[in-house]
């Protein structure tokens, strides 16, 4: 049997059934953990300062290659070592200087699953 993982849904929305608060369970739970990961700074949570992956400081480098692979390897190393559930496949970094932004894929699998892989995409941008 799999495990099953959970976690409280992002939205913070309630339940009607139970009246608490409604939860991610499996993938969902796994992309809610990296969209936390990547998106909190360093020194941002109070009992985790180290938590957190800190890539807004690489938004005021040149938009370029350079950055982009920077900005990836930066995403494999926060995000393996703070879930331990996942392996990451690849990270997809694409800079966009015309809009100012980069457009980001990561692919992971998960360890223990019958999924053999997933993606989250996301856009960041100053």
Known sequence: MADTYSDIDINLSIDAKTSDFKKNVDIDAIRNSLRNILTTRKMERRMMP???ASIEQL???PIDTETAKK?????????????????VKNVNVIAD????RYDI????SIISSSINSDSIGFVLSA
């Open 50 to 52: 180290e938590f957190g």
């Open 59 to 61: 938004l005021f480098e």
């Open 71 to 87: 900005i990836g390897s930066l995403m494999i190393q926060e995000v393996e070592y703070w879930d331990s559930r996942i392996t």
């Open 97 to 100: 200087e015309d809009n100012n």
């Open 105 to 108: 894929t990561l692919e992971y």
